[in-house]
């Protein structure tokens, strides 16, 4: 069994920034890509960053580039999204997905279907 949390959501202004994690506990593999991915009401789940197993390759959505970070520390099971300049727009659930890959792999994915143990979510409102 592999449980996914995510933390660090709240209440920002425009322009504000926030730092979100996510660890995964329980099953443990050789390695695995991490995906963040949101959702907002009446929307379709999006993706937002995702990291390879090393945390060597990333992807980006244009949305968010130079405005969100992704990092991992494979030591602590975590990884990071800190989120700068937030904007409205920005305002939704963020879900972390994972996905077993080989360590040295340079693996990533835009897609969500390609994850397969998601978190509850958390709460990203960024007000005007």
């Known amino acids: 069994q592999v449980q996914v949390v995510e933390s660090g959501g709240g209440l920002v202004q425009a322009g504000g920034s926030l730092r979100l994690s996510c660890i995964v506990s329980?099953?443990?593999?050789?390695?695995?890509?991490m995906g963040w991915f949101r959702q907002s009401p009446g929307k379709e789940r999006e993706f937002v960053v995702s990291?390879?197993?090393?945390?060597?390759?990333?992807d980006y959505a244009d949305s968010v580039k130079g405005r969100f970070t992704i990092s991992r520390d494979n030591a602590k099971n975590t990884a990071y999204l800190q989120m700068n300049n937030l904007k409205p727009e920005d305002t939704a659930v963020y879900y972390c997905?994972?996905?077993?890959?080989?360590?040295?792999?340079?693996?990533?994915?835009?897609?969500?279907?390609?994850?397969?143990?998601w978190g509850q979510g958390t709460q990203v409102t960024v007000s005007s």
């Open positions: 997905g994972v996905r077993p890959a080989p360590y040295g792999s340079s693996y990533t994915s835009t897609q969500s279907v390609d994850y397969r143990y």
């Open positions: 990291i390879s197993p090393s945390g060597g390759s990333t």
């Open positions: 329980g099953r443990t593999f050789s390695g695995y890509a």
